[in-house]
């Protein structure tokens, strides 16, 4: 309840803002103009079985690579890439170990134990290193978490040179984005090699009849590498740990026996907010091999120049992935994941963004970018990369206004902006949605870690106030449960060869989320003052 009332006094003190910008006669007109034979058309391109779902390093995402170029040159998108051009070339390694090399031993008071099995703990590929051989002890770290000046899962316990173990999860209370960002793999990484430690289990506190993670004993990693291939971009790796690894939690209760802990009541003062460490008492010693596989990956990245003469050195980013997961596993004898609504729809919702700059003739003070990124299914590779190394001075970018799965399915009245109650981003969401006469609601399923999944989240953490616009749960139809219909119709078509051309689309929520996305950047570009972090906000430290 807290939070949902700090959430709308937010709402309602952002509201003078919005009576302070307007939407100019030529402006509406432009936004009235939205085609959605145009947005249905880019959709049916990119889902077409004839790029069998997009995958980085195929034929098919390079098919949908030069469609946007082609778009992006009828449009009068200046080229904003490397060397003049529409492409921000990046290396994708897939990481890949050897299961005949594999060794993982546990050693503690009762002995030697072999370790590896398939409930018990997968391991994860180094992007950079072709060997590993590690032997550490164990310590137990709670959550992995520890916020500036606040709970820390580190107290009392030194990490250095050792293997951390820690739990899937937060401790209670976060707000939902910082939930979801604690929560990441690579948060945890990150923390624990600022530890000191150089390894980092990651278990699950809740029985599970496969692997932490996935279904592969020895899952690969996707990520991209700058030029020297030193330096790992995206958002599950950070290259700096020597070992990785998920565990189940019968996994984790073999470890304990050794420490004399009793993991039920562990875990219960965990949940009541009370941090836990301690040594695990045991060394763990494991050795494998790995092997790459190196493509060459491509963001594509277009410019309207910004009127003002001060401004149009600054840049806010209009992003969305182009990427979807290629051919899978068959379902109902389709194996093609086309990738419709995800994201399809939300390319196709750049584009008639960027037209309506273009043809319309609505010049922004501010230049903006579109950014079509690749390989976001892999972690938010291409993103990571872009945000890290722009192809525009890292401190001209103002703000990301990201685009991943808009949803268009019912309509359009509510809207969930999240990030934007981090920064001054609020205000321009209010004043969009406030024009548009759209609800704004609070995350209404902080469980599922949206915030952290999608390519805002890669800006974020460069220190760039980003958001991304979901869908609401506001219905005009008496009777009709729209968050139910959306979990509904989310597992029939998230990730799934049934999220094509002939699924479910209502365009005029189409119409709606570009007006609302394009409203949002063009009050940014328009506002002489950039976007600034809230005072104290974590993400702005």
């Not at 700096?240 to 009541?265: H, I, P, R, V």
């Not at 008639?352 to 972690?379: D, F």
């Not at 008496?478 to 968050?483: A, T």
Request: proline share 6%.
């Amino acid at each position: 309840m807290k939070t949902f009332l700090a959430f709308l006094f937010f709402i309602l003190s952002v509201n003078s803002y919005a009576q302070q910008l307007t939407v100019s006669p030529e402006v509406k007109k432009g936004m009235d103009r939205i085609d959605t034979n145009r947005i249905h058309a880019v959709i049916e391109y990119l889902a077409d079985d004839r790029l069998k779902g997009r995958k980085p390093g195929t034929e098919g995402y390079k098919l949908a690579a030069d469609y946007i170029v082609e778009n992006f040159k009828k449009i009068g998108l200046l080229p904003a890439g490397d060397k003049d051009s529409y492409f921000q070339s990046l290396i994708l390694r897939k990481a890949i170990i050897d299961p005949a090399s594999f060794k993982a031993e546990w050693k503690d008071k009762n002995g030697t134990t072999e370790l590896y099995s398939k409930s018990d703990i997968q391991f994860i590929p180094h992007p950079l290193k072709t060997e590993i051989n590690i032997s550490a002890p164990l310590v137990f770290a709670g959550y992995g978490t520890e916020i500036p000046g606040g709970y820390s899962d580190y107290k009392g316990i030194d990490v250095k040179g050792k293997i951390v173990v820690v739990l899937r999860g937060t401790p209670p209370g976060l707000q939902s984005t910082l939930a979801a960002h604690f929560n990441r793999a690579g948060s945890k990484m990150v923390t624990a090699f600022k530890k000191g430690a150089v390894g980092l289990i990651i278990a699950n506190p809740v029985p599970t009849s496969s692997p932490a993670t996935a279904t592969a004993n020895f899952p690969s990693l996707t990520v991209s590498l700058n030029p020297e291939k030193t330096v790992v971009y995206g958002s599950g790796a950070t290259g700096d740990l020597a070992l990785t690894a998920n565990m189940s939690l019968k996994g984790l209760n073999f470890l304990f026996t050794a420490s004399e802990k009793n993991f039920d009541q562990v875990f219960a003062e965990l949940k009541s907010g009370n941090s836990q460490s301690f040594d695990l008492n045991g060394d763990l010693t494991v050795s494998y091999k790995n092997s790459y596989e190196d493509i060459v990956g491509y963001n594509i990245i277009g410019k309207i120049e910004g009127t003002d003469k001060k401004l149009k050195n600054e840049y806010v980013v209009h992003s969305a992935h182009l990427d979807h997961i290629g051919i899978g596993r068959p379902v109902n004898g389709d194996s093609i994941y086309n990738g419709a609504h995800d994201n399809a729809s939300g390319v196709a919702s750049l584009l008639e963004i960027a037209r309506l700059y273009k043809e319309k003739g609505i010049a922004p003070k501010r230049s903006i970018l579109i950014a079509m990124v690749t390989s976001e299914e892999a972690g938010l590779v291409g993103s990571h990369y872009f945000a890290s190394n722009p192809t525009v001075p890292i401190t001209s970018i103002v703000a990301d206004v990201n685009t991943d799965m808009p949803t268009f399915i019912a309509p359009l009245l509510s809207i969930v902006p999240l990030g934007a109650e981090h920064s001054s981003l609020m205000k321009n969401v209010q004043f969009a949605a406030s024009y548009l006469k759209l609800d704004i609601e609070p995350d209404p399923e902080p469980s599922e870690n949206r915030f952290v999944r999608s390519d805002q989240y890669s800006f974020v953490m460069q220190g760039i106030p980003a958001l991304n616009i979901k869908y609401g749960n506001k219905t005009n139809t008496p009777g009709f449960d729209l968050g139910a219909f959306i979990k509904n119709w989310r597992a029939k078509y998230y990730h799934q060869p049934a999220d094509g051309i002939d699924g479910i689309f209502y365009y005029p929520a189409a119409i709606t989320y570009v007006q609302l996305n394009f409203l949002i950047s063009y009050s940014i570009a328009q506002t002489t003052k950039r976007p600034t972090w809230n005072p104290g906000d974590l993400f702005g430290k």
